[in-house]
Each structure stands twice: as C-alpha cells, then as structure tokens.
Nanobody, 117 residues
Framework: QAQLVESGGGLVQAGGSLRLSCKASRLITSTFNSAIWSWYRQAPGKQRELVATVTGGRDTNYLDSVKGRFTISRDSARKTVYLQMDSLRPEDTAVYYC????????WGQGTQVTVSS
C-alpha cells in the first residue's frame, strides 16, 4: 500500500524558513502525476486545516494566512511534494501532513514545525 513520509520540520525563529518534503512511496508514477496534492497542518487542540494545494497542471491554492509566504511544488520523478515556508510566524506552529485528493491515502506521521517568537 502507498505510504506518505513527511520530513523537514524543526524549530525555527520567527521570520525564518523551512522546506518540508513529502515522499509518496509504493505509488506508481502515473497515479502520483494525476493526483491533486495538498499540505495540511494541525496545531494542538485544533482541527486539521488545509494549507496549500497543487494540481497535476501545477495550479496552486493557499490558505489566506500563508499566501505570499508558502510555496507548494511537486516533483514527479521523485514522487515528492514540497512546501517552502518563508517568513514563518509562531501561529504556523503545527504538525504538517501531506495527502492527495479523494481517495486519500493513509496519513503519514507528519513533521513538527515549531516557530519561536
């Protein structure tokens, strides 16, 4: 079964940057290429929210609070989805996950992003 593995999180000061990666393993390339991929995040005590989406045609969409600061991209050869996060704020602190559109895959373990003020 396909597996999602997120990485790249860490502790960073406000204003800093991180680049998250999400590797989709055991997923054939055509399935990866045809899917809409998204990054989500879940802060303590809050529901998971959609942060950014990229289509097969590389059209993107973002949560209003991250527009202009985050950039989502995809690499078909590596079957990997990225989230470049710049100008980080304390309110960006959360566990970040990736997944595709319907039908979604089993969720990965996520990667913790902590932004200190």
């Amino acid at each position: 079964q396909a597996q999602l593995v997120e990485s790249g999180g860490g502790l960073v000061q406000a204003g800093g940057s991180l680049r998250l990666s999400c590797k989709a393993s055991r997923l054939i390339t055509s399935t990866f290429n045809s899917a809409i991929w998204s990054w989500y995040r879940q802060a303590p005590g809050k529901q998971r929210e959609l942060v950014a989406t990229v289509t097969g045609g590389r059209d993107t969409n973002y949560l209003d609070s991250v527009k202009g600061r985050f950039t989502i991209s995809r690499d078909s050869a590596r079957k990997t989805v990225y989230l470049q996060m710049d100008s980080l704020r304390p309110e960006d602190t959360a566990v970040y996950y990736c997944n595709r559109g319907t039908p979604q895959l089993p969720w990965g373990q996520g990667t913790q992003v902590t932004v200190s003020s």
